[in-house]
């Protein structure tokens, strides 16, 4: 039998999402959890494989399993065997031919940046920080010249190990409320640190040390070190997992979380 779950956490103290010899991972702990509940090995895939004090609200995931338990069994006895900061949402029998990863259509992630010339202290492993005023509308048309079909090598980390640099980002915008900004992109799949490389690239052109067209010069270009610093992960969410209806997921629960204003 195929279980799906949906998962919530709050990543600053694992080490990423995908397994690690430390066992410190969020895989880890849900594998863990669920096998305590199940009495036997269990082994999760998940959708995405977030980083290093990155967080989720809307990460989905499926294992294997010959042993039955009732629904909420998966749900209420795992997260009594995981630390606070990860919860399993829901849990639902899937066909056998849902995988988590393969079967989603698109990832949405946002960022949230805290920009205020002191440091934040109680969003300190929730939001990035930039100390300078920034040009939310330079900071726009530069994200304008991302959305489409586009190779992302300028924007896709040294380590990445995705085949391709080529993504489509179907959506991507910026808003504000009051100190902090929101970046907000909904892409096919997303290449390793692309989201946060593109917040620090963005962040160059709000603060006036280039023009907006830079962002699609970087693009043309498919040079990583002509692109600005990769940003902090505490600000990075994945937000939702986008499958197609006949899988029949459950809902993920609304919710603001320590990001503020955020809402899943």
Known sequence: MRIAVGISYEGSPF??????????????????????????PVRIAGAGRTDTGVHAVGQVAHFDCDVERPDSAWVRGGNSHLPPEIAIQWATPVDQQFHARFSALARSYRYVLYNHAVRPALASRHAGWFHLPLDLDAMRSGLAHLTGRHDFTSFRSSQCQAASPIRTIEQATISSMGPYVFFDMTADA???????????????????????????????????????????????????????????????????????????
């Not at 066992?23 to 036997?40: I, S």
């Not at 963005?202 to 603060?207: D, E, F, H, R």
């Not at 990583?224 to 899988?247: D, F, H, M, N, Q």
């Open 190 to 264: 997303f290449l390793h640190h692309m989201v946060r490389n593109i917040v620090g690239t963005l962040i160059y052109v709000g603060k006036g040390r280039f023009p907006a067209d830079w962002v699609g010069e970087l693009v043309e270009t498919r040079d990583r070190s002509k692109a600005a610093p990769t940003i902090s992960p505490a600000g990075l969410y994945l937000r939702a997992v986008r499958y197609a209806p006949e899988w029949n997921l459950p809902e993920f629960a609304r919710m603001i979380d320590p990001s503020m204003g955020m809402r899943a």
């Open 15 to 40: 080490e990423g999402w995908q397994s690690q010899p430390s066992g410190n991972t969020v895989q880890d702990c849900v594998e863990r959890a669920l096998q305590a509940v199940a009495g036997v």
